[in-house]
C-alpha cells in the first residue's frame, strides 16, 4: 500500500530592509538623467539611445508590485553603483544564502513540530545558488545539526515545486522520512537596476517547506499531496547567461546579458495559456473541477498572468481569497511566490478543501502540487 505524503510545515522570512516604488524610481530616472547628460552628444547624433523614464504608477500597473524586500539595501539606490552593496565572508563563516535559508527552515520546522533529528534530507532548490560548491543545502544541513544529505538544485521559478517533487519522490520510495526543502531566493545581485523594463521586478526572500508521511505528522496544519506534475519546454525568453565559462569567454562577466533579462511581451503570451493548461490536465487526474478548487497558490510573477490564468481556468476572474496575490508586497521572489502564498493563506481551509500549488518560469518550467487539507 503506498505511503500518503504530506506538508505539514511551511516557512516564510524576509529581510528588514524594503525598497518602495517610488524610491526605486527615483533611483532609476537620476541614473538616466545623468547617464543621458553624460552621452548627449552620441545621443543626439542617434548613435547612443535615449534612457527612458519610469514612474511608480507604471510598475504598479505593469505587475502589481508596490515594494520588495531586499538584503541590502545600501548601494542598490546608489546612482553611482546600482546594485546593492554585499560584504564578501570568509569561507568559514555562514554564507549568505545559507543564512537566508536557515531564517525560513526553523520557521517551517517549527510549524511541522521537527527537531533536526527528525529529518533527513535537505533539499535547496531556488533560481540562483551563489557558489557552485560545495553546495549551499549541505552547509545549511550542518549549521542545523540534520543528519543524512543534501543537494542544491536550480530550476529558476519553478525550483520551489520541483524541490518538493523530489522529496514526494523520495519519500514514496522510502529514501527517507522526512524532507526539508528550501528556496533561499536572494536574487537582488541578479537585478538589473539599469533597466527600465526588469530593475523592479525581484525581491528577496526565503521559504521553505517540511514533506513528511502522514503517519508521522504531528502539526495542526496538515495537506495531503494527492500527487505532483512537472513539464518543461525550452526558452531563451528568460535568461541569465552569468556562469563560469564567462572568464574564459573575454567578455563583461557583469555586462546586461549576465543579468536577469526576458522578452516580457513573449513569455506572457506562452506561458499563461500553457499555465492553465497544464493545471487543468493535473486537477483533472482526481476528477476536480476548477469551479471545486478553494485556493489557487499561484507563481507571484506578473498580477496581469495570474489574472488571467484564474479566468481561463474559472470563466470568471478569481477572488482575493480564491487566488491570493503576495507579489504586491514581496515583488518577484522567484521559485518563493507560490510557497509565500501558501504560508499565508492555508490555515483558514478546513479538511477536505483542496488548492493547487503552481509555479511558473523560465526554461520554461512548470511544476505544480494538488493539495487537500487534512
Known sequence: MSQQIVISGVGVWHPQDSISNQELVESYNAYCDKFNAQ???????????????????????????????????????????????????????LSHQAE???????????????????????????????RSYPAIAIEVQGALGIKGFGFDMLVACSAATFGMH??????????????????????????NYKDRDSHFIFGDVSTATVLERAETATSEHVYDVLSTKAVTQFSNNIRSNFGYLTRAEDVDPYGADKLFHQAGRKVFKEVCPMAAEHISEHLSRHDIEPANVKRWWLHQANINMNTLIAKRLLGREASREEAPIVLDEFANTASAGSVIAFGKYHEDLVSGDVGILCSFGAGYSIGSLVLKKR
Open 39 to 93: 552621452h548627449s552628444s552620441e545621443i543626439e547624433s542617434g548613435e547612443v539611445q535615449a534612457m527612458p523614464h519610469s514612474s511608480a504608477e507604471f510598475i504598479e500597473k505593469a505587475s502589481g508590485i508596490k515594494q520588495r524586500y531586499i538584503y541590502k539595501k545600501d548601494g542598490a539606490l546608489d546612482v553611482d553603483r546600482m546594485k546593492p552593496l554585499i560584504e564578501p565572508r570568509a569561507d568559514e563563516v
Open 100 to 130: 537566508f535559508a536557515i531564517a525560513s527552515a526553523k520557521i517551517a520546522m517549527e510549524k511541522a513540530n521537527k527537531k533536526a533529528d527528525d529529518i533527513d534530507a535537505v533539499i535547496v532548490s531556488c533560481a540562483y545558488t551563489q
Open 166 to 191: 523530489r522529496a514526494f519522490e523520495m519519500l514514496s520510495a522510502g529514501s527517507a522520512k522526512c524532507v526539508l526543502v528550501i528556496n533561499p531566493e536572494l536574487v537582488s545581485p541578479q537585478v
